[in-house]
């Protein structure tokens, strides 16, 4: 499926579209709590409709109520009940693989996680660290599918947070439930607001973690039980940030449904908005977010990597060379990011260059042109709203890739633009 992007202005708003990350996290925590949870405004993005598809496996049974927005979730406590599939298929979400690895284990049963697309070719060896907790993992030479067998009942464990926190959040899920106490110490952690939002999630189901002020240890007591909740998601700010790009370099744009007390590493997109010359107000629920004079920046987005794409989308708008620091994180995620923004970017006109640990940006007039978004979700949005602002029609192929985060993105796009 292919969409064109005609230049136009942008004028309206939206709401935020839920957050998949805390989508995905609450229904692994419903899956864990005695009794039924509530899940108000999830997201129904490929990514958490997997989650959901594990969660069933696992014995949860799960209502859906897309009209009501709401899912209703009765939970299989300690996954001591019934399993129906230990085969459990992830699609390409590299945070259902690595958080429910250690989940599990949990149980005595031999598990088999798989994938599909890109999710096949991103490192999983860090999930052999569940030896170090008595569970047996297996990969195919760092790479899924993965096959695990519990159970794991606490102890003492150390991992590498350098490339993804999604395996301690993981950690962070399990190893309440188990039989003894545990600390995790946790080498070069990035993406630490991650790490927060895991903790508010853990906080609302009743569990208590307690950790170091630099987040490098975390001491985890058994025994404890989650408790289900009426749980609401908050707005995605990683998706929002593309809706507030374009608002930035298109005309003038409102979202709500943001949280500006979040714990969201996305919410960083205001800070480097201001920096960059657009007008940014908060009135009320809502964030407003008008175009002015852009001139280049500097951000370091080593704790918020999916900035990246809505931010090269903003510098290819601004007057100068934009520097965007953390560019390492990039080589690992749906495509190799870095070289996938460079190589789009270069089609539609603006040069983009990479470097080890960052990408300069040099803003100009954006031609237009046919793009490829390498089946990731955030390119195929960056190059959209990018050509908000072309000298000519921007053609996006297999825009449909958007469903793993943001489904409704393209239409959200339609509601505010003339001519698309």
Known sequence: ???????????????????????????????????????????????????????ESLGAKIKIDREGSRIVVEGNPGLKGPILDKKLECGESGLCMRMFAPIVCL???????????????????????????????????????????????????????????????????????????????????????????????????????????????????????????????EGDWSGAAFILVAGAIGGSVFVKGLDLDSPQADKAILEVLKNSGARVTIDNDSVIVERDRLCAFQFDATHCPDLFPPLVALASACEGKSIIYGSMRLRHKESNRSKALASEFAKLGIKVEQ???????????????????????????????????????????DCDCVSKSYPDFFSHLEMLKEGI
């Open 107 to 233: 149980s005595q049963k031999e598990f088999t996680l798989t994938g599909q697309g890109s999710l096949l070719k991103r490192p999983m060896k860090i999930l052999e660290d569940l030896t170090l907790l008595g569970a047996s993992c297996k990969t195919e030479k760092g790479f899924p599918p993965i096959i695990v067998k519990g159970p794991i009942r606490g102890g003492k464990i150390t991992t590498d947070a350098s490339v993804s926190s999604q395996f301690l959040t993981g950690l962070l899920i399990a190893l309440p439930l188990c039989l003894y106490d545990s600390i995790i110490d946790v080498i070069d952690l990035k993406s630490m607001p991650y790490v927060r939002m895991t903790l508010s999630l853990l906080n609302a189901f009743g569990i208590s973690i307690t950790h170091n002020k630099a987040m490098n240890r975390f001491t985890v007591r058994g025994n404890q039980r989650y408790r289900p909740c009426i749980y609401r998601v």
């Open 355 to 397: 470097f080890s640990d960052r990408i300069e940006v040099t803003g100009g007039k954006v031609k237009g042109g046919s793009i490829n978004p390498h089946n990731d979700h955030r390119i195929a949005m960056a190059c959209a709203v990018a050509g908000i602002k072309g000298m000519d029609e921007t053609k996006i192929e």
């Open 1 to 55: 499926m292919m969409k064109s992007i005609r230049p136009s202005e942008i004028n309206g708003g939206v709401y935020a579209p839920p957050s998949k990350s805390m989508t995905i996290r609450a229904i692994a925590a419903a899956l864990l709590s005695e009794g039924t949870t509530e899940i108000i405004n999830p997201s129904f993005c490929d990514d958490s409709q997997r989650a959901m598809g594990i969660a």
